[in-house]
């Protein structure tokens, strides 16, 4: 009989900190939503403390997510924990995850408090936590570079406190595999209370190493991993779910551990998050990449073609590739749309949303003959605009563009419900375009990053165009598909206009809190 594993996600918290991956109250209610379909055993939903808008999103999935247990981040202060646990509240099952820094840079140039202060600060924190819920985690941030006898110290405290789930976390991604479990071993080997408690990792990639140095505490006792869909996370990202998971699963020769989790959702979580936060899989990506099954050499395709198992050691249907089946086409009715969309796990909230929503996929579905999931994940998030209602919004767009001329691009906006037109020529017709949304809307906001990627295959596929914008400190995603990639280009742009404009944006998910 092997040991259950449980999996914590931290994609809306620690995967939101990524810069603009910040996502609205129904983005993460959707990512929530699909993950609690993966059977993730804690969703972390966010940071309460961190902003009313972390606050509201946290609340909400504690109210909607049933079947896994809602986690909220707090630091080792009273008015953190009282906000963690007010949004937790609704949830069927909820935990506050507290957390304080122990290594000696942290707590001297950070924290600016003696290794006594940290201890009586980190039991504190666990005994208002347990005013709401028995479910308490505690951390001990940058743990990596911190006393492994003071480790040992705060955590006997933390427990005797009453923490049921102590995380070691490697904060800056500095450890190395054989370390690390080295680490985990001796924890759990010294701490008095140790097996009264759940062991938890949550490594950073800083070093590439995230999942192997995840794995490696498993091996030496852990039972608890924090990791992200797609790896998404501070700086290089967090352990990276579906590694972890097909890890374990695959190796299961080697891993005394099993998961719950539905490995078939796992492409559609990675898409639906690459989708929301703009943050492409790179094609060579394990497990989730465009590429991870595909073989290319002669060698290997006749190999595959005799033995598929000469190749491949995971099926690609097993962690849902090919699951993007033709769902609908022109002639499909409204409930035909609306339920799939409920298999999809998508709720929209008011019948106007879905009769906007149904009136796009048979604009969609006249330009384009077969329409997958990813096309109706893409028409959802062009329908999910700020919460204060779209500001700019697109009401034509035209472009020239020949061999020889230089492009141009006429654009009429509505902003703020007045109709305002321009014309601009530019590089390309997408530089032209831009330039003429410029032109009205005069944000001077600096353009970070511009992709485009096909959603589905065929020359009639849906673009998806990801815009990231920065401007006074803070950066924005916005994202549009259309089977026109310079009208979801448009698209794209304005919604991070959008996004800029909404005083509801946060500045930065954890920031300055
Ligand atoms: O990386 C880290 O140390 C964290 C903690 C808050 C767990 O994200
Ligand atoms: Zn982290």
């Known amino acids: 009989m092997k040991d259950h594993l449980v999996i914590f996600d931290t994609t809306l918290r620690d995967g ?10 129904e983005e993460k209610l959707r990512v929530a939503r699909q993950l609690e379909r993966m059977k993730v055993d804690v969703i972390e939903a966010g940071f309460a403390a961190a902003s009313p808008g972390d606050f509201d999103a946290i609340k909400l999935i504690a109210e909607t997510i049933k079947d ?11 008015n953190d924990i009282r906000r963690a646990g007010e949004a937790i509240r609704p949830a069927a099952r909820g935990r506050i995850h507290t957390f304080i820094a122990t290594s000696p840079i942290h707590m001297e140039k950070k924290l600016r408090m003696t290794p006594d202060q940290v201890v009586a600060a980190a039991v504190q924190a666990v005994h208002w936590a347990r005013e709401y819920t028995d479910d308490v985690e505690f951390s001990a941030e940058d743990a990596v570079r911190s006393d492994v006898d003071f480790l040992c110290r705060v955590f006997e405290a933390v427990i005797k406190a009453g923490a049921k789930t102590i995380n070691v976390p490697d904060t800056v991604g500095y450890s ?29 990639n800083d070093l590439g190493m995230a999942v192997a140095n995840s794995l490696s505490a498993v091996l030496a006792g852990a039972r608890q991993v924090e990791c992200t869909i797609n790896g998404l996370g501070e700086r290089a990202g967090n352990a990276s779910l579906e590694e972890v998971v097909m890890a374990v699963r695959t190796r299961s020769d080697l891993f005394p551990v099993q998961t719950r989790i539905d490995a078939t959702q796992i492409v559609p979580a ?44 995971m099926r690609a249907e097993d962690v849902g590739w ?16 609306k339920s799939r969309l409920a298999e999809l796990g998508i709720v929209l909230d008011s019948e106007e949303a879905l009769n906007a929503t149904f009136a796009r996929f048979k604009d969609l579905a006249d330009k384009k003959h077969e329409i997958f999931d990813e096309d109706l994940q893409a028409l959802v998030s062009d329908e999910a605009i700020t919460p204060e209602g779209e500001h700019y919004k697109l009401v034509y767009s035209r472009v020239c563009s020949e061999t020889g001329e230089t492009p141009t691009a006429d654009v009429t906006l509505t ?61 924005v ?23 800029l404009h909404s005083s509801l944006e946060k500045l930065n998910p954890q920031g300055d809190v």
């Open 176 to 204: 190395v595999p054989s370390v690390w479990g080295d680490l985990m071993r001796t924890l759990i080997a010294r701490v008095p209370g140790a097996d009264q408690v759940v062991w938890s990792t949550h490594c950073h």
């Open 68 to 78: 896994s247990t809602i986690c909220s981040l707090a630091r080792a202060n009273e």
């Open 415 to 475: 902003v703020g419900g007045a109709e305002k037109k321009a014309s601009a020529s530019g590089g390309g017709p997408v530089d032209a375009t831009f330039k003429a949304i410029e032109s009205i809307a005069a944000s001077g906001a600096e353009l970070l990053l511009y992709s485009v990627n096909a959603i589905t295959t065929g020359t009639d596929a849906q673009g998806e165009v990801t815009v990231r914008l920065s401007k006074a400190g803070r950066i």
């Open 270 to 313: 990675s898409k639906l998050v690459s989708q929301i936060t703009g943050y492409a899989v790179q094609p060579n990506k394990a497990v989730v990449g465009a590429n991870a099954f595909a073989h290319e050499s002669g060698i290997h395709q006749d190999g595959v073609l005799k033995h598929r198992e000469t190749y491949e050691i």
């Open 477 to 499: 995603n916005g994202n549009g598909a259309d089977t026109d990639i310079v009208i979801a280009s448009a698209k794209s742009y304005l919604n991070a206009l959008n996004k």
């Open 322 to 337: 090919a699951q993007n089946k033709l769902v609908l086409g022109k002639h499909s009715g409204r409930n035909a749309f």
């Open 16 to 25: 939101e900190q990524s810069p603009g991956a910040s996502m609205t109250k």
